[in-house]
C-alpha cells in the first residue's frame, strides 16, 4: 500500500512510519523539513498550512491512503479533502477526545449536566466550539507549529466524514505520553517527586479526575491499523488505554517506576498548595470507551504501562540533564 503522512517527523508520526515501513507499506512524509524524515521513508518537503500549494505533487503521487497527524481547522481538513478526492481511497484523520461535550463541561463553557460516562464514538459533541481561549492557542502555536487560531476538531471530523467520493476515518486521541512529548506531560509530577521527597499534596477532586491517556507507540500502532485496514472507512474510533487512572493513581504509577518512595496526601482546595490544583469542573471526568477499535480492528495495546512510563520517565531525565548541560 502506498502511505502518505502529512506532518510524519514530530512527535507521533515516526513511530507510525516504523510501524507501516516494517508492514512492508511505501511511506512518503510531507513535513516542513524541521527534523529527518523516518528511516525507510520519502520525503516531500512542504507546509500543511498551505497543503493546496502542493496539490499537483501530492496528488502525482496517487497515495492509496493520506493519514493526516496534524490537522487543526475545518478549513485545513477541507483543504486536504479537496486535494486527494478523485486520487485517494482513504483518509485517516487524527482527532481528539476533546471533541466530546464533556470537554466543554470541564473547561466550564458548557452549560447544563454532568455529561454521562463513559464516553463512546456516539456520545454528545461539544455545542460551543473552539473551547480553548486565545491565550491557550497563542501558548499551544509555540509548540505545535502547524495548529491555527481556528483550531477545534469538530469541523475537523465534520469535513472528514462528509466526502461521499473520499472515505474517511476518525480518530479521537488521548492525551498521548511518551519520549518525544513536546508537552512533557510527566515532567510536572517527577519535578514535584524530585522536589518533595517525603509527601505529595493532591487537591481532592484534582486526586479523583480521570481522564483518556495512551503511550505514543500503542497510539501509533492504533494508527496503523486504521490505516491499512479498510473496515475502518467511515468510521470514528477512540483510542485510549483501557483503564482511565485517576490522577492520583498515575502519579502513583509514575512514582513506583521512579523509585519515588514518599506518600500521598489529598486536601480540600482551600488548603491544598497551587501546584496540587486544576481549573475547570472536576465532577466532570473524562472515561472514554475503546472498545470500537478493539473489536473491530484487533486492537491492542503491545507496550505495558509500566514499560511505557519507564521509557518516558527515562526520556525525561535525559531531557533535562542535556537542558541543564547547555
Known amino acids: 500500500m502506498k502511505v502518505l503522512l502529512i506532518g510524519g517527523s514530530g512527535f507521533i508520526g515516526p513511530p507510525v512510519s516504523r510501524r507501516l515501513v516494517e508492514s512492508g507499506h511505501d511511506v512518503t512524509v510531507f513535513h516542513r523539513g524541521q527534523s529527518a524524515a523516518p528511516q525507510g521513508t520519502r520525503e516531500i518537503i512542504g507546509d500543511r498550512r498551505w497543503l493546496a500549494d502542493q496539490a499537483i505533487v501530492l496528488r502525482t503521487l496517487a497515495p492509496d491512503v493520506v493519514v493526516d497527524l496534524v490537522l487543526s481547522s475545518g ?14 481511497s482513504r483518509v485517516v484523520a487524527l482527532s481528539s477526545c476533546d471533541v466530546y461535550r464533556a470537554c466543554g463541561v470541564f473547561h466550564e463553557s458548557e ?9 463512546t464514538e456516539t456520545s454528545a459533541l461539544r455545542t460551543v466550539l473552539q473551547t480553548y481561549p486565545p491565550d491557550r492557542i497563542r501558548m499551544l ?10 483550531y477545534d476538531k469538530i469541523p475537523v471530523e465534520r469535513e472528514v466524514l462528509g466526502r461521499a467520493a473520499l472515505p474517511g476515518t476518525v480518530l479521537r486521541l488521548p492525551m498521548v505520553y511518551g519520549p518525544g512529548d513536546p ?20 487537591e481532592e477532586k ?7 491517556r495512551g503511550y505514543v507507540e500503542n497510539v501509533a500502532d492504533a494508527i496503523t491499523l486504521a490505516a491499512t485496514d479498510s473496515r475502518a472507512a467511515r468510521r470514528i474510533y477512540n483510542v485510549a488505554e483501557p483503564e482511565a487512572l485517576s490522577e492520583l493513581e498515575w502519579a502513583r504509577a509514575i512514582g513506583d517506576v521512579a523509585g519515588w518512595h514518599g506518600r500521598f496526601e489529598t486536601q480540600p482546595f482551600d488548603r491544598a498548595p497551587e501546584e496540587a490544583r486544576l ?3 472536576l465532577d466532570q471526568h473524562w472515561v472514554v470507551d475503546s472498545s470500537r477499535i478493539r473489536e473491530e480492528l484487533g486492537y491492542r ?3 505495558p504501562r ?16 542535556h537542558a541543564v548541560g547547555r
Request: no cysteine; net charge negative; glycine share 4%.
Open 75 to 88: 478549513r485545513q481538513a477541507r483543504d486536504l479533502m479537496n486535494v486527494f478526492e478523485g486520487v485517494a
Open 111 to 119: 452549560p447544563g449536566p454532568l455529561e454521562p460516562l463513559p464516553l
Open 141 to 150: 502555536q509555540q509548540v505545535f507549529a502547524w495548529l491555527d487560531d481556528e
Open 183 to 202: 508537552l512533557h506531560r510527566l515532567k510536572s509530577i517527577l519535578s514535584r517527586m524530585d522536589a518533595n521527597p517525603d509527601v505529595l499534596v493532591f
Open 206 to 212: 484534582y486526586a479523583a479526575l480521570r481522564a483518556p
Open 279 to 281: 481549573p475547570g469542573n
Open 301 to 303: 495495546e503491545r507496550v
Open 306 to 321: 509500566a514499560d511505557a512510563i519507564e521509557r518516558t520517565i527515562e526520556w525525561e531525565r535525559r531531557s533535562t540533564a
